[in-house]
């Protein structure tokens, strides 16, 4: 098990998820507890959804919207956008669950234009200018 932190905003969905949640339960004289899986295929909420359940819903997603993407694109895309936003490499394999950064950067950090620019311009910043050289 690992822990990740979230923002504010997405504890704030997770809180109304679990309201509804509650509704629900309640409408039947149940109550959730601990041991309650809010997101659950069971109508008890007894088991959590199962990955694969989730990685078929996204394609179904996907190729309703027709996009060419399945879940698995989502790690990708996090690891790329958390490294060129300066978060530093062992963070983001954390959030990934990698051991090392050796993985996270060879499997998930894509190259990025505007990150390669960014990085041109900074070293061109601190070599300073150079004389102008003259062709005769």
């Known amino acids: ?5 979230i923002d504010a905003a997405t504890v704030e969905l997770l809180r109304e998820h679990q309201a509804e949640c509650e509704k629900q ?5 149940e109550k959730l507890n601990r041991s309650t899986f809010v997101f659950s295929a ?17 394609r179904r997603l996907a190729d309703r919207l ?17 490294l060129t936003a300066g978060v530093d490499l062992r963070t983001v394999a ?9 993985i ?7 190259w990025v234009n505007h990150a390669d620019q960014r990085a041109a311009s900074i070293l ?13």
């Open 25 to 29: 339960f309640a409408l039947v004289g």
């Open 42 to 58: 069971a109508p008890d909420g007894s088991r959590p959804r199962y990955p694969i359940s989730m990685s078929q819903r996204f």
């Open 94 to 102: 954390g959030r990934l669950g990698h051991g090392d950064g050796s």
């Open 66 to 82: 027709g996009i060419d993407a399945h879940r698995h694109t989502l790690r990708h895309y996090a690891a790329t956008e958390l």
């Open 124 to 136: 061109s910043g601190r070599l300073g200018r150079s004389p102008a050289v003259r062709a005769d």
């Open 104 to 110: 996270t950067l060879r499997h998930y950090a894509a």
């Open 1 to 5: 098990m690992r822990r990740l932190s």
